[in-house]
């Protein structure tokens, strides 16, 4: 049975949709939980008191422990405030779920360039600004889980949402970097890549597939993979995961084979060199997953021992 007893949580957008469900699932194997909310629309306008508030009061009366909290994850200073709020209430943050999300949908060629912010700073400036100050105080403690919610638009992309995959894929990048430097501190970062019938995803492709409930898309189901990611159980580091409607997959990036001609003994690389071994380049088989980018130089380099 894993048991989050003793710890703090921060979930952020949890006055809706997935984050409700994980503040709600962290809450019920123990811990104490920030309900995180601005109260905003599906695009990030407005803001209203009242949603981390329910999700809260739900908490208390099914016996569990929180606090909402109010701010916008879009700045620096509403980083430091829903933190605050973590240490000054309960003393301690073990555990934080960057959920916090918006959704604005134009195609590339029409999109308005002087409105990419207000998907970019939720999204990406949220993951640092709710992530650093949850960080430093992690380090001092030498433990903590921290989970980003990515998605798979960042990885295999959807029509109309560059700003929203390009907000999602950055926070692969912080997740790539990050984890190097959280092991330093025992701390572990990962994320999720959710697949869930919510107000932000309306429709789920569900019309297409008479056979799916929307019992079977519900928000609940991706929390039981963000319970075990912000549990002690869990040594996995930089990991991202797909889950929804009762699949959990690992999604990662790798590298393939590809081609390697020595620049001294067989001449430089020519881009027809490049257009005949096409294939070659391309096969997955006998793909390699290095541990970080000093170790995919190193396969590299590792080439030239060989010839
Ligand atoms: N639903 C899906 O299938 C799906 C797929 C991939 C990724 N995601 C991601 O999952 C997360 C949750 O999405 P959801 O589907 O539950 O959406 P949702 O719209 O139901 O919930 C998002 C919550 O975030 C809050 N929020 C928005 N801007 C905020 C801000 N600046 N500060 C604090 N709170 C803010 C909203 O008030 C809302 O309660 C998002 O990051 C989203 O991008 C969802």
Redesign the pocket.
Known sequence: MISLEDKVAIV??A?????RSHALALAERGAKVVV?????S?E?SGANTQ?ADAVVKEIREAGGIAMAEH????TPE?GEAIVAKALDEFGRLDILVN?????QLSSFAKLDLHKIGEILD??LG?AFYVSQPAYRAMIPQQSGRIIF?????ATFGNLGASV?GAA?GGIIGLLSVLQHEAARHNIRVNAV?????????AD?QLSEYDEVTEASVQ?DLISPAVVYLASDECELNGEVWSV?AGTVARLFTARTQGIFKHPEREGPLTPEDIAENLSVIRDTEGFVEPESWPAEWAMVLDHFRVR
Do not use: E
């Not at 006055?15 to 984050?19: C, V």
């Not at 919610?149 to 638009?153: I, L, M, Q």
């Open positions: 952020t957008g006055g809706a949709g997935i984050g995180n909310d601005l109260g905003a599906v990030g949603p701010s916008s994850v879009a509403g959920n916090a999300g918006n959704l939720v999204h949220g919610t990515t998605s798979g638009v929203y999602k890549a959710p697949m869930a019938q919510t107000r932000m995803a789920a928000a929804g």
